[in-house]
């Protein structure tokens, strides 16, 4: 999941970058008006392994080790875009 929040006025060209950004990968992109300013979240499905279900289980997913989406261009968001990793436990995922 990847989520930045717009710089004021430029929420149109923030969701069109993503939407280019993403390309022709599995996924979606959302907005989120905030009172603290508008939001625009990729969620990117990707065929990572499933998380172990019986002990030891990591206490954090291991981070991807390439950034799930390009450099943002500048002027398009207040501060650094955040990402993480996260795994769909419902509905199960195909297999």
């Known amino acids: 999941m990847w989520e930045a929040k717009a710089a004021p006025g ?3 060209r923030l969701r069109d970058w993503a939407v280019d950004a993403l390309g022709d990968r599995d996924g979606e992109v959302y ?12 969620i990117i499905r990707t065929t990572a ?11 954090v997913p291991p981070m991807p080790t390439v ?4 450099t943002v261009p500048p002027g398009l968001t207040t501060g650094a ?11 199960p995922a195909a297999a």
């Open 10 to 12: 430029q929420l149109t």
């Open 31 to 42: 907005l989120s008006h905030q009172r603290a300013g508008d939001l625009v979240v990729v």
């Open 49 to 59: 392994p499933p998380m172990p279900t019986e002990p030891p289980m990591p206490t």
């Open 67 to 70: 950034p799930p989406m390009p």
């Open 81 to 91: 875009p955040h990402a993480w990793p996260f795994e769909q436990v419902h509905p």
